[in-house]
């Protein structure tokens, strides 16, 4: 016989924290973009507005976000009835695919600026910003990964991409500085447009990343080890203490629901085999699933027949 999935998986809403974090990241997004769009525009300067390009982008993603938490909150109805955690990855997904245009699209542009002969923006006015840029791109990173929740560890993700922009923006501005006070104003010229290749080529990785993880949780593939070698230990250990013939655990994570399902073969010397039994050592493994930082969907059957749990 087996269980229905445990109905703690169908609840939890979200809790309004991820969402005010996001709302947080939009608006400082948006000041970003702003800020960046019109400062590089004014010097001339390819490198900041990409910075702002990057900025507005992450604006419109975080309001995504923000919007796939509301959708997750409504938990599970007719229409979802394992819930809508899968509108978690999708959205990381969706993030990705973006942030990976955008720096290819970069660093398209740079290499024009390269074969082009430069771009000479006004350096200290670019150093001010990028030193600007960096201090609130890095308080905004802090703030971001204080939670617990995907989508805003995946914000925070994206400030800290900011973050490393900008003090690379920091670096290179301060290397034209020294070229210009060096009386070498054509080779500052290239200063600009070889970091926009550089962290274009750079920030290219992150969005890969992201892109991978979240869709191993959209297609159900197994989970690290690391997160469900507890599981299977437990559930091992649970067919040792009862004698079960078998034990087949199988897990996966969707957004912030953890999958489980664990099928017990029953034989002739298991001292398990009355229902209140079975029962038992279904709140067993639900007690372990609680420590950890995940909503759960629990399976948990028993079988006397190996083809019906392989």
Not at 95 to 122: R, W
Not at 202 to 216: A, C, E, K, N, Q
Request: aromatic share 8%; proline share 4%; with cysteine.
């Amino acid at each position: 016989m087996s269980d229905s999935p445990d109905a703690s998986g169908t609840g939890g809403a979200r809790s309004s924290t991820a969402t005010r974090s996001l709302l947080v990241s939009v608006v400082g997004a948006a000041a970003f973009a702003v800020l960046a769009l019109l400062w590089g525009l004014a010097i001339n300067s390819p490198m900041i507005v990409f910075d702002g390009l990057y900025s507005f982008v992450s604006v419109l993603l975080s309001l995504v976000s923000v919007a796939a938490v509301r959708t997750i909150e409504r938990g599970a109805d007719e229409r979802y009835p394992f819930g809508r955690h899968a509108w978690e990855p999708l959205t990381v997904i969706l993030k990705a695919v973006s942030l990976a245009t955008l720096c290819g699209y970069a660093l398209v542009g740079a290499v024009g600026d390269i074969l082009a002969g430069g771009k000479q923006p006004e350096t200290v006015p670019a150093v001010l910003y990028a030193l600007l840029a960096t201090v609130g791109a890095w308080l905004m990173t802090r703030y971001l990964r204080s939670s617990q929740d995907g989508l805003v560890r995946a914000e925070a993700a994206q400030w800290w991409m900011d973050t490393l922009l900008s003090v690379g923006v920091l670096l290179g501005f301060l290397l034209a500085l020294g070229l210009e006070a060096a009386g070498q104003p054509a080779l500052a010229g290239y200063v600009d447009p070889g970091m926009v290749i550089l962290f274009s080529a750079l920030f290219l990785r992150m969005p890969v990343r992201l892109f991978t993880r979240s869709l191993r949780e959209v297609l159900s593939i197994s989970v690290d080890p690391a997160l469900s070698g507890g599981i299977e230990t437990a559930a091992n250990g649970i067919a040792e203490q009862y004698r079960f013939e078998e034990v087949f655990t199988r897990v996966a994570k969707i957004g912030d629901q953890l999958d489980v399902e664990i099928d017990f073969v029953v034989g002739p010397d298991s001292t398990a085999r009355e229902v209140t039994e079975f029962d038992r050592i279904r709140q067993q493994i639900s007690d372990i699933l609680d420590t950890m930082p995940h909503e759960k969907w629990m399976t948990v059957s028993f079988t006397a027949e190996r083809r019906w749990a392989h």
